[in-house]
């Protein structure tokens, strides 16, 4: 497994709409590892493949349940209710923002198997969910702060998603 350099705001990666993945092969099973591997690496509790420079539908998770998911293809299918709260980004270190998203989440996806699944979010879970898929269509939490960025405060125990 490597720690693969995570894309920054500006850098023209993070603005394209991600390919769908049609089959898993090697070199994507790889991706998925490095993925995992970078996330923690760098304390994020989500990363999508435009992150580290690949255009493709491929999402890693792990919001401290102690469940690792993998979203391939993603497609948010129902949202419900409101929450507001701060996110940070691992393309965008240092800041973090104000931001409204679903307090329900239902995602259907694929998994690395390419089997077919639904995961049902609440929380910090729908957050992320939301976070990464708009990864996947070159749109950034930035776009969607309230009130515009802050910095992070030394010591502040900030959720990356």
Not at 105 to 125: K, P, Q, S
Request: with cysteine; net charge negative.
């Amino acid at each position: 497994m490597a720690v693969l350099e995570v894309r920054t705001e500006g850098d023209e990666v993070l603005r394209k709409k991600c390919k769908e993945v049609k089959e898993m092969t090697p070199t994507l099973r790889q991706l998925i590892e490095d993925m995992f591997e970078t996330m923690y690496a760098t304390n994020g509790v989500g990363l999508a493949a435009p992150q580290v420079g690949v255009l493709k539908r491929i999402v890693v998770m792990d919001v401290e349940d102690g469940n690792q998911y993998v979203l391939i293809n993603p497609v948010i299918e129902e949202t419900d209710g409101e929450q507001v709260g701060d996110e940070g980004c691992l393309s965008v270190p240092g800041k973090t923002g104000t931001v409204t998203r679903p307090e329900h989440v239902i995602v259907r996806a694929l998994d690395e198997n390419m089997e077919e699944f639904r995961l049902e979010g609440t929380d910090l879970l729908a957050r992320c969910i939301c976070h990464e898929c708009d990864h996947l269509d070159g749109v950034l939490y930035v776009d969607k702060v309230e009130g515009g960025l802050r910095d992070v405060e030394a010591g502040e125990d900030e959720e990356e998603a």
